[in-house]
């Protein structure tokens, strides 16, 4: 049976981002968990695996885990769940997903209606533990997110190589980084002082004196005709990770971001933001039809005041 001591010396080399140290120790817990808590170890041992950067590892632990979360987790990510999801866009299936999609729409909009008294105020959001998660569903405005999109792709468009593949090894996005792209980058840094930043800061309690700054920050597009569908199920290396959706889900079918621990999947219409730890292990659920575009970024919290991103 796992001491204290371990389990002790586990929660300290994590709080001190010891990850290498942090997984060894939940390797010997796992090696001395009895059955009916070795799957919630295999669990963690997944987690630190994707923490040092060893993604294989992570997938081939979770699919041999008896965890629940660890069998969500497969089942999200498989092969088989990939292409049930092709099979899903022929028109019976096709039709079954708007009308899910119009209950979990109206379903949010209860919820975030039950939350606050006015769910269209770009202050308005909902969260749930243990890994915080935020869904503000209107955080920008949409006409002026599908400005910014639409001029984002004018720029690509007149480019040599507008989307790449490779700037993430690890977890790879189709995608462009809002720093290349001179009008996106000048409306997404207003966004991030003007509305993105103070919502971060109310939602993650941030001290009035820390800095937002952003490690990175990209231009995703998922396409279901070709291209890019789906993201793995992986996690972040930022404290605080956002999606803000640029277009709205009329204009394509499934999509959203699947949260492991919660087995939720979370999406919003256009000016909505999905904020979460970057710890929080989670993954793009395939679209089926249509195109999807979203501003993904990677953000770290310092003392002093928010800063825009470099050009």
């Given amino acids: 049976v ?94 079954s997903e708007d009308a899910a999609a119009s209950e979990d729409a109206a379903a949010s909009e209860d919820a975030a209606a039950s939350e606050d008294p006015d769910p269209d105020s ?62 996106l980058l000048t409306w997404f840094n207003a966004a991030l002082q003007d509305s993105i930043y103070p919502l971060l800061a109310t939602q993650f309690s941030l001290h009035p004196a820390a800095r937002l700054r952003v490690l990175d920050a990209f231009l995703v597009k998922y396409d279901a005709a070709g291209g890019q569908r789906r993201l793995p199920l992986h996690n972040d290396q930022s404290e605080i990770s956002i999606t803000l959706a640029l277009n709205g889900t009329g204009e394509y079918n499934g999509g959203g971001t699947f949260f492991l621990e919660s087995g939720r999947v979370e999406k919003t219409e256009a000016g909505g933001i999905v904020s979460f730890d970057g710890e929080a292990e989670h993954a793009g659920e395939a679209i089926t039809k249509g195109k999807r575009y979203i501003i993904a970024a990677f953000l770290w919290v310092e003392e002093g005041e928010g800063e825009v991103i470099d050009g």
Avoid: M, N
């Fill in 122 to 183: 770009s202050s308005s959001y909902s969260a749930y533990a243990p890994t915080r998660v935020f869904v503000s569903p209107a955080a920008l405005d949409p006409a002026s997110c599908a400005a910014a999109l639409s001029s984002a792709i004018a720029h690509l468009s007149s480019t040599a190589t507008p989307w790449t593949t490779s700037r993430h090894y690890a977890v790879p996005t189709t995608d462009a980084p809002v720093c290349s792209i001179p009008p």
């Fill in 2 to 95: 796992p001491t204290p001591e371990l389990i002790s010396l586990l929660a300290l080399a994590r709080s001190q981002e010891r990850f290498s140290d942090a997984l060894s120790l939940a390797l010997a817990i796992l090696s001395r968990a009895p059955p009916s808590s070795a799957g919630d170890a295999a669990f963690e041992v997944a987690t630190l695996k994707g923490y040092v950067g060893d993604y294989a590892g992570r997938e081939e632990t979770l699919r041999g885990s008896d965890c629940p979360k660890a069998h969500a987790a497969d089942a999200a990510a498989s092969e088989d769940a990939a292409a049930s999801e092709d099979a899903a866009a022929s028109e019976d299936a096709a039709a």
